[in-house]
C-alpha cells in the first residue's frame, strides 16, 4: 500500500459502531447504517489501531461513529484496554457525540485515555428548531457539554444548519452568536440539505421546495465554503420566507464572524492535530512552500465570495443583515441576539 503515500499525513480512521436509535429529520447517516445501535468488539478496535499506529504510523485517529457515546458501559471498557496497551502514550483520539450522552465522569475519562478532540452537532440556537428537527436533545444540553468538554481541556468542534423548516434570519443570527459566546475551537456553518430518505426531504417535497440537479449533484451541505464561486451550486431546499441568497450570505457572515482571528487560522494551517487534523500546511518549512499555490488560489476563491458578501451587505440586497453588523464581526464586537447573549458563561 506504500503507493498510497500513508506518509504524507497522520490521520486515521476507525468505524467502531453503526446505527443511530435518534430521530433527527436531516440525518443521512441512519438511512444507510439504520436505527439499530450495534459496535465492533473492544479487541477488535484496540487491533485496528494497533495496526494504524504500528504500521501506518498513524498517531491522530478519528473515530467515524455517528454517536461514539451511545453505549456508554463498552465505551468504559475500551477506555480500560487504550490504557492498559498503552495506546494514549502514542496516540490521540477524535469523537462524535450528542451533548444530552456526555457527563463529566465520562469526558474526564475519555480525556485521561487520549481522546483530546470532540465534535458536537449543536444544530441550532433554537429551543422551537431543536423540537422540529426531532433532535431529541435541547440547546442548554449542548450548551452545558460543550463548557464542560472545554472545562476538562477537550479541542470542541460543532456544526450548525442554516435553512432548517421554519427557521429565520434571526435563528441564524442566534447560532452566530452562540457559537462565539461558547469559545468554540472550529465550527462549521452548512446549509439543510433534504437527503432522500430522511423526513426533511419529505418536508421540502411536501412544500414543493424540493429541488434536485442531475443525480443529486445539488445535494451537498457544505457547498457554499467549497463550491467554485464562478459556478455555485444551486440548494436543494430553501425554507418558506428565506431566499437561497440570503442563506447563502448569513453562511459566510456566520464564517466571517467566528473566523475572523489570527489565531484560529494559524491554528487550522499550523496546528492540525488540535482539531480533526483534516488540513495542515505542512509540517515544515519546505512542505508549505510546496502547498503555497493551492493555498493562493484556496484563499482567491475563498475571497470572491467574501468580497460578493460584503458588497451585498453594503448594498443592502440580498441580505437581511445590517451594514453595522459587518462593522461589528471586522472588529471583533459581538452581534446581537433575539434575547440577548444566549449563554452565560459565568455560571
Keep these: 500500500m506504500s503507493h498510497l503515500?500513508?506518509?504524507?499525513g497522520d490521520l486515521g480512521f476507525v468505524a467502531s459502531s453503526r446505527g443511530c436509535p435518534y430521530d433527527c429529520i436531516f440525518c443521512s447517516n441512519r438511512i444507510t447504517t439504520g436505527k439499530r445501535y450495534r459496535f465492533r468488539s473492544n479487541e477488535s478496535i484496540i487491533a485496528t489501531l494497533k495496526l494504524l499506529y504500528e504500521k501506518y504510523n498513524r498517531t491522530f485517529v478519528l473515530?467515524?461513529?455517528?454517536?461514539?457515546?451511545?453505549?456508554?458501559?463498552?465505551?468504559?471498557?475500551?477506555?480500560d484496554m487504550i490504557m492498559s496497551e498503552g495506546l494514549h502514550h502514542k496516540m490521540t483520539f477524535s469523537f462524535q457525540a450528542r451533548g444530552d450522552n456526555v457527563d463529566r465522569q465520562l469526558l474526564s475519562s475519555l480525556y485521561s485515555a487520549g481522546f483530546k478532540s470532540v465534535f458536537f452537532?449543536?444544530?441550532?440556537?433554537?429551543?422551537?428548531?431543536?423540537?422540529?428537527?426531532?433532535?431529541?436533545?435541547t440547546v442548554q444540553q449542548c450548551i452545558h457539554a460543550v463548557q464542560l468538554a472545554r472545562e476538562i481541556g477537550f479541542h470542541v468542534s460543532a456544526t450548525f444548519i442554516f435553512g432548517l423548516p421554519t427557521e429565520t434570519h434571526q435563528d441564524r443570527l442566534d447560532a452566530i452568536l452562540l457559537a462565539k459566546e461558547l469559545m468554540l475551537d472550529q465550527v462549521r456553518f452548512n446549509n439543510a440539505t433534504p437527503y432522500p430518505g430522511t423526513e426533511l426531504y419529505q418536508i421540502a417535497k411536501s412544500q414543493d421546495r424540493l429541488k434536485i440537479y442531475g443525480v443529486y449533484e445539488n445535494f451537498l451541505s457544505v457547498g457554499t465554503f467549497i463550491e467554485n464561486p464562478f459556478s455555485p451550486i444551486p440548494f436543494s431546499y430553501t425554507p418558506p420566507g428565506n431566499t437561497e441568497a440570503e442563506i447563502r450570505n448569513d453562511i459566510l457572515f456566520a464564517y466571517l464572524s467566528f473566523y475572523w482571528d489570527f489565531r484560529k487560522i494559524k491554528e487550522i494551517l499550523f496546528k492540525p492535530k488540535q482539531g480533526v487534523g483534516w488540513f495542515s500546511a505542512g509540517s515544515n518549512w519546505v512542505a508549505f512552500l510546496k502547498k503555497i499555490p493551492s493555498l493562493v488560489l484556496l484563499f482567491f476563491l475563498a475571497g470572491y465570495k467574501f468580497f460578493k458578501m460584503?458588497?451585498?451587505?453594503?448594498?443592502?440586497?440580498?441580505?437581511?443583515?445590517?451594514?453595522?453588523y459587518l462593522w461589528r464581526a471586522l472588529t471583533g464586537r459581538p452581534i446581537t441576539g433575539s434575547s440577548g447573549p444566549i449563554v452565560n458563561l459565568t455560571k
Design 5 to 8: 503515500h500513508w506518509h504524507r
Design 63 to 79: 473515530f467515524l461513529d455517528d454517536n461514539f457515546l451511545v453505549n456508554k458501559e463498552r465505551v468504559y471498557d475500551l477506555i
Design 121 to 137: 452537532g449543536l444544530e441550532t440556537a433554537s429551543e422551537a428548531l431543536m423540537k422540529i428537527v426531532k433532535k431529541g436533545e
Design 310 to 324: 460584503v458588497l451585498d451587505i453594503l448594498l443592502q440586497r440580498n441580505t437581511q443583515l445590517p451594514r453595522r
